[in-house]
């Protein structure tokens, strides 16, 4: 078993995790309906890079993590005054009264402990015609050391085809889960 990672520690030291390149940022854009809403919450948001590529696109962007350091450079790397963006430290459970059109979680799902209550709350916070966003280092193109920072594609599909209907696209590296709400 894997040992927790301590995210404030691991931010003290200086460590920023993988951000999206602006070819990646564009191909998730394209990924989305044209007429999706632009209410955002980036789960796992770290420094909050996503979040302020998608303030610039145009959306209302809320971005939660659990490290108080991460949020912290988060916060400082925004105009204080800005409402339509804003940075929490926590998680997914402490979020109640807001409906979503987009909800992504960018190279986090691997560390979430218990996928299942996880999944069913985003389901809960996406919006009508909602879309959540997985992305997730693809397992196949890691090194042996690296491979327990990602699960298979199968795995996470299967995990999330209980609550949504699930897209998978493959770009290489990564692996791209788009998510919409299961039709009946």
Known sequence: MQQPIEWNQAYERGKDYATL???QLTELIHML??????RHLDIGCGTGQLNR?????????????TSDIAIKTADDSIDANNQLICFQVGDVFGINERQFDLI?????YTFIDNKDIFLKKVS???GDWGVFVIIDPNILMLSDDKKPIALTAEDVSSQLSRYFDVKIVNKSKDVYYVCRERIA
Do not use: N
């Open 21 to 23: 390149t602006t070819l």
């Open 33 to 38: 309906p044209d007429d999706l809403g632009k």
């Open 53 to 65: 590529d998608m303030f610039h696109r145009g959306y209302q962007t809320i971005g939660i993590d």
């Open 104 to 108: 992504t979680c960018k190279y986090v």
């Open 124 to 126: 809960e916070l996406i």
